[in-house]
């Protein structure tokens, strides 16, 4: 504080060969990280430019080289076969797995915040496992456990596996909404005479409301987008991704593109239509 | 008075029961449905897999049919013949992740410091970070292996300028691996490091200056250290799914000096049906996870982060 | 807020609110004893005050009340009914808590009507227009919390706690987060709305003047225990301990011996150092042996040059005035007397400016009445000020 005072009161008396030079720095460092980060952006984004690209590509069967425009693929995204049914199986997996990850996921995450008991360290160190292990060693041990079962493979295995691996990131995701919230509101809820369970649907539910919502976003795009843990758990059953990577050797049709573009535009559609939302809210707030 | 009386009635029935064993169950109720997922779904299949590892063939059976048994040379068999390609998983991983910190730092500090209190901008950067996930990860890679195929821009350009010899080429590499690695797992690096910067208060930034620090030392001495929590948690998040990658090998790798762990664990598990080879190098690979990860989190000093 | 709240006041029959009872009432977390058989009875209809600095108990005595805690030993009734071991919600207290805790979810009107909907009650609708009248925020019942000013919370969730009828009515801390100008408006019309609705309050604060403005009575913790506990002018004009004469306000506090007793005018002949200072009986913690003989400053009064003390009065010095700070209605000074320490006088500026300068030589008088006798094992500044943890 007597710091920035002092500084005021100085400004005009710092010695400027000093100061000269490092103003210049300074200023060539405005310019090169921000470049540098616009770089970094392109690196990032031109793969899915690429990607959106050649949806549009009349390609035929192997979309690799560009052949000219059209819209076909677009007018007729499931012309290709077996690409609408892989698109369909993997929504169908994102969904139920995101549903139960999150249900898990969120009950963990508010115990571990609101209760101290013995062996939460324990459980911490089960939830974060999962995390630090790699996908293909996920995905083998399920199938290891899944071929000794006999247990045959498809959509339940597919749910199973993905179910474990989003768990934890739910658990991440919404703990940190847990801790955020005031401990003193579910004890004014106690104090207003609503039980436990009141406390938490009036009370403690709806304001983990946006966490629980990040986190279920995270585990579905998390299912929707797996190659490696699904390939080991699914046998023949088929999602999106796994059929992209084995018709690679052969070629992946351009309806492939259209679907993840179409995903890809509602996704960022959905994200900034929040953001845009968020913001002009908190502007009306604030002009209140 | 009245209403002390009518709740204190319908009160008397309700705390029969102590309340203070209620309370204890209630973390049960909630941590126990999670818990027993992740004991049934994660413990015991690396029980599983443990096992697995150290069966031996039926004798006389078919191809792909084991038995129970405490084969420990599993493990000597499979290191000896699959080191190399371990070994080479943590040098990509470990470049991966120094390539995506020295990409991702720099936007992360643009989003998070430079585009400070403009919030719009701000949150379409952080779209623009996680757009890529948006998209499939395997046609994102294979559009970098187009993207630095033979005939195409880059290549050409490079060419063109020397940069590259003439009978060069970036498919097919190990430079096409670890940039393939790097791409897919940037935005893994970037995010924590956005939520660590963000938190950080500006003031301290202007009292860095303030005490004659220029911008560079304010950045080792000030930004750095305080972002820290959010370089652990991008590095392990790049880390670990890059060493245990395989679709970045195997789409954009040749099979000679490019194979990783995983390529040879999915190979030994789906192609030769040599399940205890490939479990045997599953454990090798999750063990060594752990011991780098606990080691490295111990050292950087953030052990609350798990 | 000049309106008369029917609503609140009116099922109120008979005597507000219902008497609070704790008895032997302990609380240690693991090694740590915050409250200390704490033993306490708080009258029904009346403004209590708990008192003490931060750590002292206060709060946890508080959450043990409201059922946010539970005691590891000991009892606490409501209305002569036992609620030990009964839940927060079970009780039919309220809480206004420090942070105000409303709900930032729900509108100003839906955080009021909260506990009126938990506790089925009828007609909720028109309860929380009539609490809302009462703390003057009608017209901001579709307001979110976060929209409001710190006062505005601060009354709403007053409004939230008394809209319930509570049997007794928790306030912690609940004026710490308002500015002093604010805060001093929101002391009276708290103890206005006190009188209007006539519950039992209790009041948990570390500042001494809202405690002496606001309550009937006021228990001042110290430790886990209850230091004394009396009335306001009670606790000030005769502190037993070096604590709350410390904490209440200020004291001049000086070591001495009890060497005679005058039994017939009721007064202990002190030595202090070779002085020899006259303390009622009646005013003193112990009769005989070592004790701490205390005044008020502004019951001192300077003797400068030739002035002379007058009849019943104890004069301790010559010393040497090292400050004089002049704060408009009083001038402060401070004496500094070798051997005994440095004494704060306070004196009403009936004539303008200070009349003694710093260097002067003075002695202090103060009537035999005021002087106060204290246990002499107890540390001279316990319970002042420490200028590390106040604001």
Not at chain 2, 43 to 52: R, Y
Not at chain 3, 50 to 69: D, F, I, N, Q, Y
Not at chain 3, 282 to 290: C, K, L, N, P, S
Not at chain 3, 335 to 352: D, M, R
Request: glycine share 8%; charged share 15%; with cysteine.
């Amino acid at each position: 504080m007597t710091a920035v005072l002092d500084r005021a009161g100085e400004s005009t008396a710092a010695p400027s060969p000093v100061r000269t030079p490092r103003r210049q720095r300074r200023r060539l460092g405005d310019v090169i990280v921000p470049v540098f980060a616009a770089l970094a952006f392109v690196y990032l984004l031109v793969p899915v430019a690429y990607t959106v690209v050649f949806s549009f590509n009349d390609a035929g069967k192997t979309n690799l080289v560009w052949q000219g425009f059209t819209l076909d693929n677009w007018q007729n995204p499931c012309g290709a076969p077996q690409v609408c049914e892989a698109f369909a199986n993997s929504l169908q997996v994102g969904v139920v797995s995101t549903l139960i990850a999150t249900a898990l996921g969120t009950l963990v995450a508010i115990a571990l915040v609101r209760f101290r008991f013995r062996g939460r360290a324990s459980a911490n160190l089960l939830i974060f496992l999962p995390m630090s292990t790699p996908e293909v060693v996920l995905g083998a041990a399920l199938l290891a456990q899944f071929l000794t079962l006999r247990v045959p493979l498809g959509f339940g295995t597919v749910v199973a596996a993905h179910v474990l691996f989003c768990i934890s990131f739910v658990v991440v995701t919404v703990k940190a909404r847990v801790a955020s919230l005031d401990p003193a509101l579910e004890e004014a809820a106690a104090d207003l005479y609503a039980s436990p369970w009141q406390a938490f649907w009036r009370v403690t539910f709806p304001l983990l409301i946006p966490g629980i919502a990040a986190a279920a976003l995270l585990a579905f795009s998390l299912s929707f987008d797996d190659f490696i843990v699904t390939n080991f758990t699914s046998g023949s059953y088929t999602t999106f991704p796994k059929f992209v990577y084995v018709s690679a050797t052969r070629g992946i049709p351009p309806q492939a593109n259209v679907i993840s573009s179409f995903m890809f535009v509602l996704a960022l559609a959905i994200v900034v239509l929040v953001q845009v939302l968020g913001y002009a809210r908190s502007k009306k707030l604030r002009g209140r | 008075m009245s209403i002390t009386a009518a709740l204190g009635d319908s009160v008397a029935g309700v705390a029969a029961e102590p309340p203070r064993r209620r309370a204890r169950r209630a973390h049960l109720v909630l941590l126990g449905p999670g818990l027993i997922y992740l004991v049934l779904f994660f413990v015991v299949p690396v029980g599983a897999l443990l096992a697995t590892s150290l069966y031996v063939p039926v004798p006389g059976g078919d191809v792909g049919e084991y038995q129970p048994a405490f084969h420990w040379q599993n493990y000597v068999d499979a290191l000896a013949q699959f080191w190399p390609a371990l070994l080479r998983s943590f040098w990509f991983a470990f470049l991966a992740t120094v390539a995506a910190l020295v990409i991702g730092y720099p936007m992360a500090y643009v989003i998070a410091v430079r585009a400070r209190g403009r919030k719009l901008l701000q949150g379409l950067l952080l779209v623009l970070v996680v757009a890529p996930f948006f998209t499939s990860f395997i046609l994102r890679t294979i559009a970098w292996k187009q993207i630095l195929a033979d005939d195409a821009f880059v290549v050409t350009a490079m060419h063109f300028l020397h940069l590259l010899p003439a009978d060069a080429r970036l498919t097919a590499t190990p430079f096409a691996v670890v940039s393939g690695l790097t791409y897919n797992f940037l935005p893994f690096m970037v995010l924590p490091i956005f939520a660590a910067l963000e938190r950080l208060d500006p003031r301290l930034l202007e009292a860095g200056a303030d005490l004659y620090a220029s911008p560079v030392t304010t950045f080792r001495t000030v930004t750095w250290p305080l972002s820290m929590p959010g370089v652990v948690a991008g590095t392990l998040l790049v880390f670990i799914p890059a060493a245990g990658d395989y679709v970045n090998a195997s789409l954009l790798g040749n099979n000679t000096n490019t194979t990783m762990i995983g390529q040879v664990i999915d190979a030994r598990f789906f192609k030769v049906l040599d399940y205890p080879t490939a479990a045997s190098l599953s454990v090798v690979l999750m063990v060594a996870i752990l011991v780098l990860v606990g080691a490295y989190v111990r050292r950087s000093g953030t052990e609350d982060l798990l | 807020m000049t309106s008369t709240s029917s609503a609140v006041t009116a099922d109120a029959t008979g005597a507000g609110g219902a008497a609070l009872e704790l008895e032997g009432v302990t609380k240690a977390f693991g090694q740590f004893v915050a409250v200390d058989d704490l033993t306490l009875t708080v009258p029904s209809g009346s403004f209590f005050a708990l008192l003490g600095p931060s750590g002292c108990g206060k709060t946890t005595t508080l959450r043990m009340v409201a059922g946010l805690e539970q005691p590891t030993a000991g009892t606490i009734a409501l209305g002569g009914r036992d609620v030990t071991g009964t839940r927060a919600h079970q009780r039919p207290v309220n809480t206004v808590f420090q942070s105000y805790a409303l709900f930032p979810h729900l509108t100003v009107g839906e955080n009021v009507a909260f506990g009126l909907k938990r506790s089925k009650a009828k007609d909720v609708a028109a309860r929380v227009v009539d609490g809302l009248d009462l703390v003057e925020l009608g017209h901001l019942a579709d307001r979110k919390p976060a929209q409001l000013s710190g006062g505005q919370q601060q009354r709403v969730a007053l409004a939230r706690a008394l809209v319930n009828r509570p049997a007794l009515l928790l306030l912690d801390e609940p004026l710490g987060a308002l500015d002093l100008k604010l805060r001093r408006q929101m002391q009276l019309e708290l103890k206005r709305i006190q009188t209007e609705v006539g519950l039992t309050f209790v009041h948990v604060t570390h500042d001494q003047e809202e405690a002496m403005t606001m309550a009937d009575t006021v228990a001042v913790m110290n430790h886990g225990r209850i230091e004394q506990l009396g009335s306001p002018a009670e606790l000030y004009e005769l502190p037993r301990t070096a604590f709350v004469a410390n904490f209440l306000g200020q004291s001049n506090l000086v070591a001495g011996t009890v060497t005679e007793r005058l039994t017939k005018r009721g007064l202990l002949g002190v030595d202090v150092r070779g002085t020899r200072v006259l303390v009622p009986a009646a005013r003193a913690v112990r009769t005989d042996g070592a004790v701490l003989v205390g005044a008020r400053p502004e019951k001192m009064r300077l003797l400068v040059g030739d002035q002379t003390p007058g009849r019943g009065e104890n004069v301790l010095g010559p010393g040497t005035v090292t400050d004089v700070s002049f704060l408009g209605v009083s001038t402060q000074y401070q004496v500094e007397i070798p051997g005994l320490g440095t004494f704060g006088v306070f004196a009403q500026n009936l004539v303008g400016g200070a009349t003694v300068t710093v260097g002067t030589s003075a002695r202090l008088a103060w009537a035999v009445d005021f002087t106060f006798g204290l246990d002499g094992a107890q540390a001279r500044d316990d319970g002042a000020v420490d200028l590390d943890d106040e604001l």
